[in-house]
Structure formats: C-alpha cells, structure tokens
C-alpha cells in the first residue's frame, strides 16, 4: 500500500518555464512533508520541507504547496535550469516518528 | 564536514554468500536510517537507529538481513545469505535530534547479487 504516491515518472520541461511535480498521501497522520532531489550515482539531497500547519513554503525558486484537504502537495521550480534536472521525491512523516515514507519519485528533466 | 560515508560503492557477490555494507554518520548526528532502493519498491525505509539504539526495524525484510551499530560513528547492515532479489542501492542516512526532520543521505551502495 503505497501511501505516497507520485503519479508522474517523469517530466520535461523547458529551460525557464516553470515545473510543477505532484505528490498524493493517503495517510491523513502524516503531519510534515519534505522534498528530495537525486542525481545519478548519489544520494538524495534535502531540497525543501512543510509542516503540516502551514500550506506553502518558499526557499528561493522553490515553493512546496500543501493541501491537507485533497491531501496533496506540490513542488514549483521557477525559473527551471538544465541544473534542476534530476529525480525528484517526495516524502513524509507522521508525528513522533523520524521515519520518512518516499513516493517513487518523478524523473525531471529540463531542456535548455 | 565529509557526509555521511558509505563502503564500499559497490559489492558483487554470489548468491549465499554474506555481505556486510557500512557507513559512518555525520559526526554528531542522533538518528541514522538504513534504507533500500530498487525499481519496485522505491526508496523504502530498513531500519534507524536514535543514540546508537535500533527503534524501528519494522521495514527490516526477513531475518536474513540485520543491522548493527556499535558506535555513534559506525553502523553495518548485513545480509547472510544474500539471495538475487537483494539485489538494489542501499543508502544510509543521518539526521541531527534538534534538526528537525531532514536526513543527509550516503552515496549509497550498488548491490548486485548473481
């Protein structure tokens, strides 16, 4: 039972245009959510979280959007770079516990 | 500060055979996460450990595997026998207690069991 989900594997997008990944969870515990970024043949980096009490975040030309209504967040990259393309994952967790659940990530790739 | 450090970068072994993956957290870090990524199942979440002491090994697959972490500064995860469905990159991550929630991931160790 997967209770993140990310429904896109992947998306292009040009260079300058904006991205937009998706994430659905299920489990309505889950109290804070976080934003990956992998490059091949590494690890995945920390890019951008959200409590639960807020519904949206902005770190620069990132901004993660939370909907607890639909139970849905987003990622905005604005201005995308070829830079930016990589896997992206979202992940979450419920109150009092550290383990994060990772949706199966969605491939973007940005064209200059 | 160098990351987390994960040995080796990549193991080839036969079917049966133990295989013993390790990794040293970010000095000063509380938590450390073993997870496992393959194709199927995305990136899925082993076991972690807080102050050295294992707390969830829920995701842990069958006995075979086990995890150990003798010090604040090292952790190994073992697989005795490995089978070819073990097959995947396994990373270990670390995080701080007042950090909040984000985990610093190792480059991850490239399995392949034949």
Redesign the interface.
């Known amino acids: 039972d997967q209770q993140v989900k990310q429904n896109s594997p992947s998306l292009s997008v040009q260079e300058g245009r904006i991205s937009i990944l998706n994430c659905d969870y299920t489990n309505s515990m889950f109290d804070y959510f976080l934003w990956y970024k992998k490059y091949p043949a590494e690890g995945p980096t920390f890019l951008i979280s959200i409590s639960s009490i807020k519904d949206k975040n902005e770190d620069g030309r990132f901004t993660v959007f939370l909907n607890k209504s639909a139970k849905h967040l987003s990622l905005h990259i604005v201005p995308s770079q070829p830079g930016d393309s990589a896997v992206y994952f979202c992940a979450a967790r419920t109150a009092g516990r550290r383990a994060l659940t990772f949706g199966s990530g969605t491939r973007l790739q940005v064209q200059p | 500060d160098a990351g987390?450090i994960q040995s080796p970068r990549h193991e080839v072994t036969e079917m049966g055979q133990e295989v013993t993956l390790r990794c040293k957290p970010i000095s000063g870090h509380d938590?450390l996460?073993w997870?496992r990524q393959t194709m199927m199942r995305?990136?899925?979440?082993l076991i972690?450990f807080?102050n050295n002491v294992p707390?969830?090994d829920s995701?842990m697959p069958e006995d075979r595997f086990s995890a150990k972490m003798p010090n604040a500064s090292f952790s190994t995860l073992k697989i005795q026998p490995s089978e070819p469905r073990d097959s995947a990159v396994y990373?270990c991550?670390s995080?701080l207690e007042q950090g909040?929630?984000?985990?610093?991931?190792?480059?991850?160790t490239r399995l392949t069991v034949l």
């Open positions: 987390v938590y996460f997870y995305g990136l899925e979440l972690y807080n707390i969830d995701g990373f991550a995080s909040g929630d984000t985990q610093y991931f190792g480059p991850g």
